[in-house]
């Protein structure tokens, strides 16, 4: 069952991202209270590696098992693995060096110096994510393991940001990849914000996330906020398209919540 969305409000971007930090802190000592591991999907722009620096620099963060975290990207740029245009490289300066993670937990998407195109990089996650949920399949004892494993492992936390233009991950409006139904990972091409290349969850595997966080600061991206929470069509607004299985949060500051409806607000406290 898909929730509705909750929107949490906070004053500007440096509470919302120390906010966001003591949640996604919170909800991963959780997850591993229950599943003994916790999985995260990433995301990059600057709410999503500020929180991540935010989370590096709290004191709570040795709560965290750290080793048993496993870590996934919503969406990468097909550049080379050096470029500072990497998600994942950004990620590992803002908080991957500086926490006793487990590389071999750390899944990036393929860069421009493996893959000949974004499509094959697509594919080749794909492939991992399957692999992923397949070991989770194997090792799941309880009473209610599915008798097949899926495409994809659980996501028990994805953060999304949102572009003013509405994209979230690489699924730009209008796109092809927005509309794509059939795959959990696809190639993007002529991308209209730079570099054009990239790779990105697909809008169905986004929404097989336990918890989605879309997290948004900035008056440029009221509009698309305002717009998605009034529930338009994902193919025009994509950021109206993501809905966790068991919950889907809003988490923005105040210039961005400018457009949306009173009623959707809600008291939200963090961790809650």
């Known amino acids: 069952m898909h929730a509705d969305p909750r929107v949490s409000i906070h004053p500007d971007s440096a509470v919302l991202m120390a906010a966001i930090a003591a949640r996604l802190i919170t909800k991963l000592v959780d997850v591993q209270d229950k599943h003994g591991e916790a999985t995260v999907v990433l995301t990059g722009g600057t709410v999503g590696i500020g929180t991540l620096k935010a989370v590096a620099d709290s004191p709570a963060a ?45 899944h990036v998407p393929g860069s421009s110096d493996e893959f000949g195109s974004a499509d094959d990089a697509a594919a080749d996650y794909a492939a991992r994510l399957k692999a992923a949920a397949e070991a989770e399949h194997a090792a799941d004892t309880s009473d209610n393991r599915p008798e097949e494993a899926g495409e994809l492992p659980r996501f028990d936390i994805l953060l999304l940001g949102v572009g003013p233009d509405a994209h979230v991950a690489s699924l730009f409006p209008e796109q092809a990849a927005i509309r794509v139904k ?91």
């Open 62 to 106: 040795a709560a965290v098992d750290w080793s048993r975290v496993n870590f996934w990207w919503g969406d990468e740029r097909f550049v080379a693995a050096d470029s500072d245009d990497r998600n994942a490289r950004q990620a590992h300066k803002a908080l991957l060096a500086h926490l006793p993670v487990d590389p071999a937990r750390v």
């Open 182 to 272: 059939d795959r959990t990972v696809v190639g993007v091409e002529n991308a209209p914000k730079p570099p054009p290349s990239r790779v990105s969850l697909t809008l169905p595997a986004i929404n097989t996330a336990q918890e989605i966080w879309m997290v948004v600061a900035g008056e440029d991206k009221a509009g698309a906020v305002g717009l998605a929470l009034a529930g338009a069509n994902p193919v025009q607004v994509p950021a109206s398209g993501p809905v966790g299985r068991s919950r889907t949060l809003w988490l923005i500051d105040e210039n961005a919540a400018s457009r949306v409806p009173q009623q959707l607000v809600r008291k939200d406290p963090a961790g809650a």
